[in-house]
């Protein structure tokens, strides 16, 4: 998980029908569910945050459209300065992962990733979701860091174990993949009948 981006700027009614809500962190930032337009800006995003796995565009357009409701863009002036991608996976479904984070330097040291991962607990998507589990490399410290300061945050506790093995499942071609798993994760407000954004 890690972390820049440039395109041009949705209009304020396509904001305004996708979410938009101002981040509390910094007002000119706006989080915001994604739409399928975003998928290039999305791709590019990604793709100027080293450490993070470049998707394909076709995958980022998915993620975009069918999984908009379990991720998020971070938008200042019109350009995405954050995403998170995240999914509820079919087989467990009391958790939400997540797969991506991305922030752009122009936008780091304002707590946006972890406004954007509390951000998520209150879409409508999210009710029943009990733990919140991502992977992260061992020497990813930005990462363990991010997620450490969520649990933290919201009282949980954050366990870890290896799940996706150098050798046995990435044949020595990529870095032992860690879970993190967070929980219990708290009551969003979609789960107590509080307005939406």
């Given at each position: 998980?890690?972390?820049?981006?440039?395109?041009?700027?949705?209009?304020?009614?396509?904001?305004?029908?996708?979410?938009?809500?101002?981040?509390?962190?910094?007002?000119?930032?706006?989080?915001?569910?994604?739409?399928p337009g975003d998928?290039?800006?999305?791709?590019?995003?990604?793709?100027?945050?080293?450490?993070?796995?470049?998707?394909?565009?076709?995958?980022?357009?998915?993620?975009?459209?069918?999984?908009?409701?379990?991720?998020?863009?971070?938008?200042?002036?019109?350009?995405?300065?954050?995403?998170?991608?995240?999914?509820?996976?079919?087989?467990?479904l009391e958790q939400?992962?997540?797969?991506?984070?991305?922030?752009?330097?122009?936008?780091?040291?304002?707590?946006?990733?972890?406004?954007?991962?509390?951000?998520?607990?209150?879409?409508?998507?999210?009710?029943?979701?009990?733990?919140?589990?991502?992977?992260?490399?061992?020497?990813?410290?930005?990462?363990?860091?991010?997620?450490?300061?969520?649990?933290?945050?919201?009282?949980?506790?954050?366990?870890?174990?290896?799940?996706?093995?150098?050798?046995?499942?990435?044949?020595?071609?990529?870095?032992?993949?860690?879970?993190?798993?967070?929980?219990?994760?708290?009551?969003?407000?979609?789960?107590?009948?509080?307005?939406?954004?």
């Open positions: 998980m890690s972390e820049e981006t440039q395109a041009p700027a949705m209009n304020a009614s396509m904001r305004a029908k996708s979410g938009s809500q101002p981040d509390q962190t910094d007002q000119t930032v706006m989080l915001r569910r994604p739409v998928g290039p800006r999305i791709t590019r995003l990604i793709a100027e945050c080293p450490p993070l796995d470049r998707n394909s565009a076709y995958c980022n357009l998915l993620q975009c459209s069918d999984f908009a409701g379990t991720c998020i863009v971070a938008e200042r002036d019109g350009e995405p300065v954050g995403w998170i991608s995240a999914y509820r996976p079919p087989a467990r939400l992962f997540i797969w991506q984070v991305a922030v752009s330097p122009q936008a780091r040291g304002i707590g946006l990733a972890g406004r954007m991962l509390a951000s998520l607990l209150d879409r409508p998507e999210v009710p029943g979701a009990t733990e919140m589990v991502t992977t992260i490399t061992h020497d990813n410290a930005a990462s363990w860091a991010l997620f450490e300061a969520f649990a933290r945050r919201h009282g949980a506790k954050i366990e870890r174990a290896p799940r996706f093995e150098r050798d046995a499942h990435f044949g020595g071609a990529h870095e032992t993949e860690w879970q993190a798993r967070i929980a219990p994760l708290p009551q969003s407000r979609s789960n107590t009948g509080a307005d939406l954004p």
